[in-house]
């Protein structure tokens, strides 16, 4: 499918749409949206080295793409209780006239301005031909704590990330809600079209690194952290998708349907 927006727009344009959320004011608002805005994931991590101390923050939304011009926000409560928009940028086709939005963000203990580490309060808002969409937890608003890790909604099996090794082998992260203990999570691959596959079997992981910061699993909002190894392999038109099997169901994180296609960067 191809892309229907781009994350940019004029800069008049954003601006003013940055004027109006200030004037409507950063209050909580009753949720409007249907399937228009949604968390996908947050994330929040802090790091410590050498003194220094910073929080990496990110946001993914799935957006309906209602029109091509349109602007996606995470609204989020400040340490000193007022409330900020974080713009988010495109990030990738959802399937089904939906999109991937993603907002990244680092509050940093140094520099002549320092922003401490928080606990994250937030809503998602999607505003389009006039209209502003919500998804504000069912009116309670998301909370994350600032070295959670990540929190999933609307969704129970999650990639997090792969990463190549200098031998060719594959690491996968997935990201599942602990919804029992007994559980198995399996990267299925293909690197002919699906003419064949092949499965790998994640592993559970009870702590992992993000920068420098320690992440337990699972973590205050019980999302365990598990990895496979896929084995290497030739070419470079690896596919996959993962399968999450607990409590005699069966979920499944295929990109939205597009599989994940992993590239593999050549010397």
């Known amino acids: 499918m191809s892309k229907t927006t781009t994350a940019s727009a004029p800069r008049w344009r954003a601006l003013l749409a ?19 805005v949604r968390l996908l994931k947050a994330f929040s991590s802090v790091s410590s080295r050498y003194g220094q101390v910073w929080q990496d923050v990110s946001y993914t939304l799935v957006v309906k793409n209602l029109a091509y011009e349109k602007f996606v926000y995470i609204q989020q409560k400040q340490p000193d209780g007022s409330w900020v928009l974080l713009p988010a940028s495109y990030a ?15 509050y940093q203990s140094w520099g002549t301005e320092p922003q401490p580490t928080r606990d994250l309060e937030f809503v998602a ?29 609307g969704t129970h099996v999650l990639v997090d990330g792969n990463f190549w090794r200098a031998n060719g082998d594959l690491d996968v992260s997935v990201d599942v809600k602990n919804l ?14 699906w003419a064949t596959s092949h499965e790998a079997a994640a592993s559970y992981v009870n702590g992992y690194t993000y920068a420098y910061a320690y992440i337990q699993s699972p973590n205050a909002q019980n ?16 596919q996959f998708y993962v399968r999450y099997e607990v409590n005699g169901q069966t979920y499944w994180d295929s990109n939205f349907g597009y599989n994940y296609q992993p590239v593999r960067q050549t010397p």
């Open 223 to 238: 999302v365990e952290r598990w990895q496979a190894h896929v084995p290497a392999i030739s070419g470079t038109a690896l």
């Open 180 to 193: 029992a203990y007994a559980k198995n999570v399996t990267v299925v691959y293909t690197t002919d079209g």
């Open 125 to 153: 808002r999607f505003v389009v031909g006039g209209t502003s969409y919500w998804d504000n937890n069912g009116g309670a608003n998301y909370q994350l704590g600032r070295n959670d890790g990540p929190l999933l909604n």
């Open 18 to 36: 940055l004027l109006a959320g200030l004037t409507l004011g950063f209050t909580s608002l009753p949720a409007h949206a249907a399937d228009e």
């Open 92 to 106: 990738g086709p959802a399937n089904n006239g939906f999109e991937l939005w993603k907002v990244t963000q680092q």
